[in-house]
């Protein structure tokens, strides 16, 4: 089995900056892609972006140019740079392990908080 294991999360004013790390663990060999998804209050999850083994990636139309998720497979580690963030951004992101297009494993979720 896959482990995934968030931080970073937290509480900052808008336009400030956090990134995300999702540490992988377990049978990680399995993993081709990984990503992050957003859940705020009341709304469904939504991918926020993702990366696939050989760096390719893929972002909602709405969050590019402000997120950059990026990987280090020597450390099994999957980031997510937040910039100018708004409150609008205020949800708990999930890190994803897909294979073959199918998620195998989520992580536990890390609130991010973006005060006015």
């Known amino acids: 089995q896959v482990q995934l294991v968030e931080s970073g999360g937290g509480l900052v004013q808008a336009g400030g900056s956090l990134r995300l790390s999702c540490a992988a663990s377990g049978n990680i060999n399995t993993i081709r892609d990984m990503g992050w998804h957003r859940q705020a209050p009341g709304k469904q999850r939504e991918l926020v972006a993702s990366i696939t083994s050989g760096g390719t990636t893929n972002y909602a139309d709405s969050l590019k140019g402000r997120f950059t998720i990026s990987r280090d497979n020597a450390k099994n580690t999957v980031y997510l740079q937040m910039n100018s963030l708004k409150p609008e951004d205020t949800a708990v992101y999930y890190c994803?392990?897909?294979?073959?297009?199918?998620?195998?494993?989520w992580g536990q979720g890390t609130q991010v908080t973006v005060s006015s």
């Open positions: 994803s392990a897909a294979v073959y297009g199918i998620i195998i494993r």
